[in-house]
């Protein structure tokens, strides 16, 4: 069975840093591109990053770019999501998925493709 776990979100003031990560089970997420989304109250689910290791590549939402980093640990099946210089515009709940034997390219930021999702962890950035 696909599992996908988040955890690492937290209150964070403006400016400040916090590690998401995402510890998959079931699969292996070399085989897979994982992705990040966030929603936050009111809005839409939008993707944030992606990373798939088939082709090496990954994806940034231009609001978080130059920001964000994206990393995959393949020894210990999970993903991360470091985010430095926090806005309160990033306050979400942020959510990994994964696709199977997906490129970056093609599925980032596209909901629909993405059929595996976590539970979520809530991120709050004070001004």
């Known amino acids: 069975e696909v599992q996908l776990v988040e955890s690492g979100g937290g209150l964070v003031q403006a400016g400040g840093s916090l590690r998401l990560s995402c510890a998959a089970s079931g699969f292996t997420v070399d085989d897979y591109a994982i992705g990040w989304f966030r929603q936050a109250p009111g809005k839409e689910r939008e993707g944030v990053s992606c990373i798939s290791s088939s082709d090496g590549s990954t994806y940034y939402a231009d609001s978080v770019k130059g920001r964000f980093t994206i990393s995959s640990d393949n020894a210990k099946n999970t993903v991360y999501l470091q985010m430095n210089s926090l806005k309160p515009e990033d306050t979400a709940v942020y959510y990994c998925?994964?696709?199977?034997?997906?490129?970056?390219?093609?599925?980032?930021?596209?909901?629909?493709?993405?059929?595996?999702w976590g539970q979520g962890t809530q991120v709050t950035v004070s001004s």
């Open positions: 998925a994964a696709v199977p034997q997906a490129e970056c390219a093609l599925v980032a930021g596209s909901i629909s493709w993405f059929g595996s």
